[in-house]
């Protein structure tokens, strides 16, 4: 069984939910646990995001609210932060999967932020983007966090099967220099 972590960030209103899920779910015939950890819910400060979150989930879901443009500001610097912080961390492996979400398209008669500028935000992120309303549609969310899930999915069998190589790599190196051919000394 395949344990998938997703951390959910975004300003404080921005139609998250809070704190840490757990679910049981299955997916492509595949069993897994995901958590959803919303790190965000417990801090009032514009810079939720930790070193924390970023180390310990597979892939992220910013949301903003496409009626309030600070929401989206701050899902802009999120983003960044993330990068930012991969880089610290893991190595410098920023390619994680990331999904831009501008929530409560049931408001867009107060509409602050266009879809264009949430589409060219997740283009230079290189992430997905969709505007949803989580308020009317529960099959628009599911749906967004499956496709997330499946690209996580991918990225850690990719991760995985490139950690086998290089290790097989080095491993063959190793075996080389004890058994190989040596050189005579003169």
Request: aromatic share 6%; hydrophobic share 35%.
């Amino acid at each position: 069984m395949n344990d998938i972590k997703l951390a959910l960030l975004g300003s404080p209103g921005a139609g998250k939910s809070d704190s840490l899920y757990h679910k049981r779910l299955s997916i492509d015939g595949r069993q897994l646990n995901l958590e959803v950890f919303d790190p965000c819910s417990q801090s009032s400060g514009a810079r939720c995001i930790l070193e924390e979150p970023v180390d310990w989930a597979d892939g992220f879901v910013v949301v903003y609210n496409i009626s309030d443009r600070t929401s989206f500001i701050n899902a802009k610097n999120i983003l960044r932060q993330i990068r930012e912080a991969r880089v610290d961390n893991c190595k410098g492996e920023t390619e994680v999967p990331v999904c831009l979400v501008g929530n409560k398209q049931d408001l867009c008669h107060a509409r602050q932020v266009c879809e264009d500028e949430g589409r060219c935000l997740a283009q230079e992120n290189r992430c997905h983007f969709q505007e949803v309303s989580a308020a009317e549609s529960y099959q628009d969310i599911a749906n967004l966090f499956t496709q997330l899930i499946r690209q996580v999915m991918e990225h850690l069998k990719y991760r995985a099967d490139r950690r086998r190589y290089s290790g097989s790599k080095s491993m063959a190196k190793l075996i080389n220099n004890v058994f190989g051919k040596r050189r005579k000394s003169v």
